[in-house]
């Protein structure tokens, strides 16, 4: 027997990086595995309530060639038996969204259609997909962040205006562009899953920072002169057991290498290549973070 997926949703595009995403939260084991799917050049959907997950791979098939959001939308709909207990969010590949809610899905059930995205939840307290819809377009209107920033936020002012009624156990969060992803020959910008946690939301919006450290673009701007911190980074370094020369505040090539050693244990080549004169001020603030004196 099927599972109500008592969830809440949004998916939107950003024409300014051309990306497509989903962000949901349930009162569901693993919702990341069922709800959000997105290609780049095709869009992004959400399936859920008694969820058909051939929403997902079927919706973003006629999207990518060329069906518009509510074209493909009804068409899934009406082909499906189960349509009245379905819930679901489409964004077509020019950014035009559409939404549909049954009228068997468990209250309160609704969605929100905007320009470019759609929010959708069922099983909520009232008020909680207005909360969604209000908080996305104030953050897309004030232009900071990215896409990825916006969705979860949006996820945080649903928890805030109520939520999930049933409570929260699960979230997740895709974004893709076009060689968006890992080695630059896919599209998965981003995929974080929250498959059960007590706030499920805050953790997606900790492990939302660690990708933006780990794989987000660095502002020229924050760099530090690593002539300023030598003596500061040996001593960490020695702290972290990669450097065996003195502190004498000079950046030579033992300690170059030093840190290259470190930076590599921690993942945070993207931060810094082993080159130049200058360091990421995010990825110094983690390593004298986590190597504290």
């Not at 953050?139 to 928890?159: F, I, K, M, N, S």
């Not at 290549?273 to 001020?281: A, L, P, T, V």
Request: proline share 4%; hydrophobic share 40%; charged share 25%.
């Amino acid at each position: 027997m099927m599972q109500p997926i008592a969830t809440y949703s949004i998916v939107a595009y950003d024409p300014r990086r051309q990306e497509w995403g989903v962000a949901t939260q349930s009162k569901f084991f693993g919702v990341g595995a069922v709800v959000p799917w997105a290609r780049a050049g095709a869009g992004a959907v959400a399936t859920q309530s008694y969820a058909n997950l051939l929403y997902g791979p079927e919706g973003l098939v006629l999207m990518e060639q060329g069906v518009p959001a509510d074209e493909a939308l009804r068409r899934l709909t009406n082909a499906d038996e189960g349509r009245a207990q379905r819930q679901a969010g489409f964004v077509d590949r020019a950014g035009k969204a559409a939404a549909y809610t049954g009228d068997g899905c468990h209250p309160w059930a609704g969605h929100i259609v905007g320009e470019g995205y759609a929010c959708q939840g069922n099983i909520l307290i009232p008020g909680t997909v207005e909360a969604m819809a209000q908080r996305f377009e104030e953050l897309r209107a004030a232009g900071q962040g990215e896409l990825a920033d916006w969705l979860v936020a949006t996820l945080a002012a649903a928890e805030a205006a109520g939520g999930d009624r049933r409570g929260r156990q699960s979230a997740a969060i895709i974004v893709v562009r076009e060689g968006g992803g890992y080695g630059g020959n896919n599209d998965r910008y981003l995929d974080i899953r929250v498959d059960d946690h007590p706030d499920p939301v805050g953790e997606l919006q900790r492990l939302l920072k660690l990708h933006h450290l780990y794989f987000g673009e660095t502002d020229p701007d924050a760099l530090v002169p690593l002539a300023d911190v030598a003596a500061e980074l040996q001593a960490l370094l020695r702290r972290a057991g990669v450097y065996t020369g003195e502190v004498t505040g000079t950046f030579d090539e033992a300690t170059r290498a030093a840190l290259w050693d470190l930076v590599g244990t921690e993942n945070l080549e993207e931060r810094w290549d082993g080159s130049g004169d200058k360091i990421d001020r995010l990825a110094l603030d983690y390593l004298f973070e986590h190597y504290p004196a």
